[in-house]
């Protein structure tokens, strides 16, 4: 028998009918499909309110034991940022000049990535996503989350869609190690970067890479 201590209320299914379904399941497809990963930003300001709106989505996640194992540090200070890029490049330095393996190296070429992190001072707002594996109960005592990956990854997708419905661009940046990241931060114990996110507006003219997704025959298996 399920338990439930919080009273359940009424679920009102959003719906529409098949064919509609079929209609905005497409269109979906190939709005999301229109996002890509973009290293050159502009400087160009971007409304609060509309970073406060994609956090909200971001955080309508789901998660282990609805734990909510996330926080969202928002950066727009020019000081700041001009830290972290300079604390991400040292990282990077390092990891270009040898922490990387040869092959990892190579499987990066087509995107044309290096250790130079500009878009961390040009972008208007950097969103770092932290992820909480405890959090204090009302006695402070340690309580740890659940499934803390998993959740905060999935918040993290939800962010990164919410950013291109936006007409933002955004870039997955994942500096290593990132524990300077809470000491600029000024972070709890408890919180671990997870994934730093530059938003704006792409660079006028701005090129991507020329990358392919894999077809739907390879990416899944259907078991009729
Ligand atoms: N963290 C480095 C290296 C890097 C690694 C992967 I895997 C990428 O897809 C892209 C970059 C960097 O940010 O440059």
Request: charged fraction near 25%.
């Amino acid at each position: 028998m399920r338990i439930n201590n919080l009273a359940p209320i009424p679920y009102k299914q959003v719906s529409f009918d098949e064919e509609e379904m079929i209609k905005r399941s497409e269109s979906y497809f190939q709005f999301m499909d229109k996002r890509r990963s973009v290293r050159d930003f502009s400087d160009k300001a971007v409304p609060v309110e509309i970073i406060n709106n994609i956090l909200k989505t971001a955080s309508t996640a789901p998660s282990g034991a609805h734990k909510q194992p996330w926080v969202f540090c928002v950066i727009s200070n020019a000081e700041l940022k001009n830290k972290i890029r300079e604390l991400a490049e040292e990282e990077e330095k390092k990891n270009y000049a040898g922490r990387m393996s040869e092959r990892w190296i190579q499987d990066l070429l087509p995107l044309g990535t290096d250790d130079v992190k500009e878009f961390i001072e040009i972008a208007p707002w950097i969103i770092v996503v932290m992820k909480k594996s405890y959090d204090f109960d009302s006695a402070g005592k340690k309580m740890n989350n659940y499934y803390v990956n998993e959740s905060v990854g999935i918040a993290s997708g939800l962010l990164i869609s919410a950013i291109h419905n936006a007409g933002l661009v955004t870039l997955t940046h994942t500096p290593s190690p990132m524990n300077f990241i809470s000491k600029a931060l000024n972070r709890p114990e408890n919180e671990k970067p997870y994934l730093l996110l530059p938003v704006g507006y792409a660079l006028e003219n701005c090129a991507v890479p020329d990358i392919e997704r894999k077809p739907l025959e390879e990416i899944a298996i259907y078991y009729k």
